[in-house]
């Protein structure tokens, strides 16, 4: 019997995988369960409990998948942990189930943009490719209906702490900088050794794609065996493998081949766009992507929501939604963009960010700085006397109208919060999606 803890996105996936391979089910979340999730469950015929973890039946399991959304301290993983039932991811468990090769991405940020931009140039070449792991449906809810000859996969640290025998084709680690180290004993090294466990179980006849200029994966990887054939992405010098920005070109090194990309030609903007594009269209001649699908699809190419989405240009004011950028290595990302002069929103729940990292950035481009939150202390004291104007709110409409009010024609209104968003939102999406539409109001206030 197998137990699944979770009913999201994911547990449900794996609970009609399991059934469909004849897997005795059991799905149990703490929480509430979505009416709509509730209904598959019955319709398929799989038993489920909400509210509640009945450990009599949990700790009967021949094994468990977990959400990745709970802890290994949470009291349930440690009693099964203690009674040796192995407690899985529920991308561990899919993997089982296909013959599809895998392109696994994870980082702390760049992850969601790459995995989509490598997914769309497989696409763009013909190739039979899935979209799977953080983004969209669940992989083992897809593997119900249908495999796929590659499968791109956004995995994140906690994903990866339950994989086996999960065993990529191709991986790529966007880069480490600090987050979620309340799930990793707030210890750096703890939360890198994650990281850097996805390359555990390939050899060399896989690929892992790095970031060669960041220092915690070199870390990382100086205490594992990697066996992998290594491909770096470089803005500072060229590898024998990999990729290399010289300040004017793009060139990637891959199976004999160098493809030279003109930065200009890509429609994503940013350095560390320039970081994604490399370690996407590695990964897409890896798999086999021609130079010419590879040009059209890093042109036309659509990013996500949330991740630096151009809304509306007002009055001559652009603004721009990175609701996304969560902690302050993404907005350092964002504000560094941009040219313009920045009215830049940000605040949220601070996860113990270090601003000082966004000064050099910010001195003489950020002209004005609107927090929002509960609680705007913090940032108010980290910008006090390096940002000219400082302005407070609870409101997401106030922020816009402020926007409008403070900037001039050819700035840049950017949100882009360093933070958390569950004081005032739901999620990042639900604070993006009220951004967008305050926008598009004072729009059409104005128009």
Known sequence: MIAILGAGESGVGAALLAYQKGYAVWVSDLGSISEARKKVLTDTGIEFEEGKHSEKLILAADEIIKSPGIPETAPIVRKARAKGIPVIDELEFAFRFSKGKVI????????????LLTFHLLKKAGLDVGLAGNVGESWAGQLVKKDHAWWVLEVSSFQIDGFI?????????TNITPDHLDRYDYQLDNYISSKVSLFKNMNERDAAIFYGDDLNIQ??????????TTYQVSLEKAFERGGFFNGKEIQLLALGKKVRINPDDIILRGTHNLLNAMNASLA?????VDEEAIH?????????????????TVLGISFVNDSKGTNVDATSYALGSYSEPLIWIAGGVDKGNDYSSLYPIIKGKVKMLICLGENNEKLKKAFWGIIPNIKETKSIGQAVAWGLEYGEEGDVIL??????????????????????????ELKSSVI
């Open 104 to 115: 696994a991405i994870t980082g702390t940020n760049g992850k969601t943009t790459t995995t």
């Open 165 to 173: 025998e999960f065993k990529p084709r191709i991986a790529v680690l």
């Open 219 to 228: 870390v990382g990887l100086g205490n594992i065996n990697l066996q992998a």
């Open 284 to 288: 897409a001649i890896l798999a086999g």
């Open 296 to 312: 059209s699809g890093l042109k036309d190419f659509k990013n996500a929501a949330h991740r630096m989405e151009h809304v509306a």
């Open 415 to 440: 949100l882009s919060p360093a933070c958390a968003s569950f004081d005032l939102f739901k999620n990042y999406e639900d604070r993006g999606n009220q951004f967008k539409s305050a926008v598009q």
